[in-house]
């Protein structure tokens, strides 16, 4: 049977869209965080009741630390020998929105495009094999036409046509550089006919990072913002691959 896997499911997106993937979908999930292991099962877990606790694995994996990655990876094949995934969420991402050139600050810059680009490049590196042939996903889990997906959390910024107000150096750069990759991965997963790779945009989401914007118009709780993404990522057809999607289900420009 295949699985779903999403990277990190600490806090956040990633740990609503872990809970909503185990209401929405009967397929094993497959979580990681960097510590507190049990509490986080513990918090995908809460008030699922009707959820069996053993669909659900949180492995260590640090985004920036490859090695984790790899033993993640390596964990990921002993729990589920010969197996895929339906849908990977790589969801890590950092902020440090520079208001103009002079706030730039090389090591908080420096960490965003670490944290959000190359830790990007890395999940792709160490999970990519377990994206299937669309033809194997189609035939079990209940997933019968539907395209595996893997999906790269972007953001609106990232978009270099939708530029209008400036700022934000470091994660425009990131989030941009995300776009690019996302794009090259799926030119990559549709040459070996392993599903598709889109960008995705979920909108101000009150979370962590979005902490100093909490009073933004239209900004959603993590649990709604989570559902649109399923909404929007689980209604992909394979002509809508290689693109940065948001909450709306509408296309944001590279």
Known sequence: MPF?????????????????????????????????????????????DDVDPSRVHVLHADVCDEPSLAAAASKIRELHP????????????????????????????????????????????????FMPKSIEA???????????????????VGSIADNKKGGWYSYRASKAGVNAVTKSFDMWLGQ???????????GTVKTALSKEFWDAPGIMEADVAAEKCLDVVMGL??????RCWDWKGEVIEW
Not at 193 to 202: D, I, L
């Open 82 to 129: 010969g197996s895929h995934a339906q849908y990977i969420f790589s969801s890590a991402g950092i902020l440090h929105p520079e208001r103009g050139p002079d706030h730039i600050d090389y090591e908080l810059a420096k960490k965003t495009l670490e944290v959000n680009l190359l830790g990007t490049m890395m999940v792709m590196k160490h999970f990519h094999s």
């Open 192 to 202: 070996h006919k392993m599903g598709m790779a889109v960008s995705y945009h979920p």
């Open 4 to 48: 779903n896997l999403v990277l990190p499911s600490s806090r956040g997106q990633g740990l609503m869209i872990s809970r909503a993937l185990l209401k929405r979908t009967s397929l094993p999930l497959i979580a990681t965080a960097r510590r507190d292991h049990d509490k986080i099962k513990s918090a995908i877990l809460s008030n699922l």
């Open 138 to 156: 189609s035939k079990e889990g209940g997933f019968e036409g539907r395209i595996p997906v893997w999906v790269n959390f972007s953001a609106r």
């Open 237 to 242: 057809k394979k002509e809508q691959r290689a």
